[in-house]
């Protein structure tokens, strides 16, 4: 199984100017969501206002902290969508169009097709489940026939859960090469192109998934170790913060890289294929999600050839 792991190093290398980006956002999100709930908590304590004090959990966090949170995922969503288009720009292309920033190609992906990729917002999460869904069936018939599958079946479940959160980006990745056709049938055509191929971009996303995790591990450990044998007050706080580091370490770096390595090992499978209408087929048995997507895409257009290559973007955001 090629993984594409060097190639992938240097694509994250080169948009890593998008990887800050999007760590900012993160940690401005973070910022303002503490804010919010700190508010709320000091407005249930200083209620000034006629009626319980429970009301304001009411309609400061079910009201207005659902319609924060659905803000919140759509910017981090816009920004991610930006960081992707560089990552599928490098990975087909080798490069972005001359004359322009990588922020300026990446804000144009999004912004020159803000109703497209809005669309796509909502498809991406009809996308993460026809995915758990397809992963879901492959681990049953898996686990019947390799022993020993079984007794780990929760933490290989977490892994294909985690897992699934890289491959939908690549999915996504998928849809912005072709922004001239409808969501519906890029999502389609990459979910079927998936299955198809499901051993090596599942097999990659598992692989680095679990990598994730054992960084986690390697960092926290020693730290976590040093406290415990130190003892003291600040045992638990020192312990946490070794394990808070880990995850930290995970999220920056890690995390970027292995969406960086599925994008290019889904686009280097899929390469030559067209989607299958056995595959489809067998994806609509798995899952009622896919099926409403195949009903608003349509049928599958010219089966069995080579896929053309990808045409370029339909305008550079430099010009």
């Known amino acids: 199984?090629?993984?594409?792991?060097?190639?992938?190093?240097?694509?994250?290398?080169?948009?890593?100017?998008?990887?800050?980006?999007?760590?900012?956002?993160?940690?401005?999100?973070?910022?303002?969501?503490?804010?919010?709930w700190g508010g709320i908590a000091w407005l249930f304590f200083n209620w000034p206002f006629p009626g319980p004090?429970?009301?304001a959990w009411v309609f400061g966090g079910v009201l207005f902290g659902t319609a924060a949170k659905l803000i919140r995922r759509?910017?981090?969503?816009?920004?991610?969508?930006?960081?992707?288009?560089?990552?599928?720009?490098?990975?087909?292309?080798?490069?972005?169009?001359?004359?322009?920033?990588?922020?300026g190609y990446g804000g144009g992906v999004v912004f020159d097709n803000i109703v497209r990729v809005s669309l796509l917002f909502g498809v991406d999460r009809l996308v993460a489940?026809?995915?758990?869904?397809?992963?879901?069936?492959?681990?049953?018939?898996?686990?019947?026939?390799?022993?020993?599958?079984?007794?780990?079946?929760?933490?290989?479940?977490?892994?294909?859960?985690?897992?699934?959160?890289?491959?939908?980006?690549?999915?996504?990745?998928y849809s912005l090469l072709y922004p001239d056709r409808s969501p519906w049938a890029t999502a389609r055509d990459a979910l079927v192109l998936y299955v198809q191929n499901w051993k090596t971009i599942l097999g990659s996303g598992l692989i680095l998934a679990a990598g994730s995790y054992l960084v986690v591990g390697l960092v926290a450990a020693p730290a976590a170790l040093a406290a415990w044998l130190l003892g003291g007050a600040f045992?638990?706080?020192?312990?946490?913060?070794?394990?808070?580091?880990?995850?930290?370490?995970?999220?920056?770096?890690?995390?970027?890289?292995?969406?960086?390595?599925?994008?290019?090992?889904?686009h280097a499978a899929i390469e030559g294929q067209r989607p299958d209408p056995e595959w489809d087929a067998k994806l609509a048995e798995v899952s009622d999600k896919y099926v409403l997507i195949r009903e608003q895409a349509g049928g599958l257009e010219g089966a069995g050839g080579a896929v053309p290559p990808p045409p370029p973007p339909a305008a550079d955001p430099a010009t």
Do not use: C
């Open 235 to 266: 045992k638990p706080a020192l312990i946490g913060g070794a394990v808070g580091l880990g995850f930290l370490i995970k999220f920056a770096l890690v995390d970027p890289f292995a969406l960086t390595a599925v994008i290019v090992n889904f």
């Open 74 to 103: 759509y910017v981090v969503y816009l920004v991610r969508t930006a960081h992707i288009g560089v990552i599928t720009r490098l990975a087909v292309d080798g490069d972005i169009p001359k004359g322009t920033t990588q922020f």
């Open 129 to 173: 489940a026809v995915l758990k869904a397809f992963n879901k069936s492959m681990f049953k018939l898996v686990g019947g026939v390799i022993p020993g599958v079984k007794m780990g079946e929760g933490f290989v479940k977490q892994l294909l859960d985690y897992s699934v959160g890289y491959v939908d980006e690549a999915i996504l990745s």
């Open 1 to 36: 199984m090629n993984l594409q792991f060097g190639k992938a190093f240097r694509i994250l290398w080169e948009s890593f100017p998008f990887v800050l980006l999007r760590l900012a956002v993160y940690a401005l999100a973070l910022v303002l969501a503490v804010a919010w």
């Open 53 to 55: 004090a429970w009301l």
